[in-house]
């Protein structure tokens, strides 16, 4: 038999793999979001997370919402569910969002408050740009 078929309790009482308690059920949710202290971020790393424009457009909506009341998936963004994620991913690392899991959806917070602790200024001239940009002034 091989590894990809084994049941999860054949390979459960393999030497070396942790065992589940008996009567226990295993949750089945992948693995909560790790998130960076913005005080801990480089000035490059954020830099670079508002950088690029799908991810100005996620930070800028998010300014407008209330916490929490963005799932990942109703953002309108031209991009793959992977690519969204990978950039949600890129956020988190710089200290700009946290995440958190409701059911099947993720929420998302904008970390404003700690983020301009950390950089003081740098989100809103990029919000104020992106104003800018819609509104035609440059």
Known sequence: MSAGTRSRQQRAEEPGQAREPEGARAAHHRAAPVHTDPAEVPLETALLALADPVRR????????AGDWERPCGSFDVPVTKATLSRHFAVLREAGLLEQRDAGPKRFNRLRRPEFEARFPGLLGLVLREDDAVAGGKR
């Open 57 to 64: 457009t996620l930070v800028r909506e998010l300014a407008a």
